[in-house]
């Protein structure tokens, strides 16, 4: 099945200056697929997404998508493929309203969110277009940050840790709106520490340990699996 992944990641391994983080990470994606990386602070996982996007210092290994080498390939060049990348900080400006946040980049590609749709998945942003983003509460600018990326045309998403520090009313409006976005036929990588949001939208869970995948659960056998993902997890 690995040849016929959206996304295979062989070996690769990722450095900031000196330091060397990611150590041969394994892992593939399937269409239409929500996969989470999860794993102690520290193990890899917001690094991995990086690498895949090109925002590390040096990169090795490869990263096939749609059979194109990411490693190759400049950033801006890796957006055009239709991937799109919502770090954990979200990236809003605070000198801009909600509209003018959403409305920054550019499309990529077709397919993207019209504004509407985008106020449909995410109510919350309705009637707020001249708010300034940073006015948001925490729920708010990550619903803004997924619908900026969303309305580029990307349809592979990379999701950074989207719930943290969020009410837990609006991380479910959050997994709700991704499992809308699965149903439209998006894949996702998610990095997420809220297992139980985890579970209720992916389809597998790669466990990342000092720079390495060292397992992988599927989300039907997660329940059963529970006791071995807490000792990787040193719960």
Known sequence: MAESALLRVNNLEAWYGESHVLHGVNFNVHKGEVVTLIGRNGAGKTTTLRSLVGVVGKRRGSSIYKGIEL??????????????????????????????????????????????????????????????????????????????????????????????GIAPVIIEEIGAALRVLKDRGMTIILVEQNLRFAASVADRHFVLDQGKVIDEISNNTLDANMDRLNRYLGV
Request: charged share 20%; aromatic share 6%.
């Open 71 to 164: 490693l190759s390939l400049a950033p801006h060049k890796v957006a055009r493929l239709g991937i799109g990348y919502v770090p954990e900080e979200r990236g809003i400006f605070s000198s801009l309203n909600v509209i003018e946040n959403l409305m920054l980049p550019p499309a990529w590609q077709a397919g993207g969110m019209e504004v509407d749709e985008i106020f449909s998945l995410f109510p919350n942003l309705k009637g707020r277009d001249n708010t300034s983003g940073t006015r948001l509460s925490g729920g708010e600018q990550q619903m803004l940050a997924i619908g900026r990326i969303l309305r580029t045309g990307a349809d592979f998403i990379l999701l950074d840790e989207p719930t943290e």
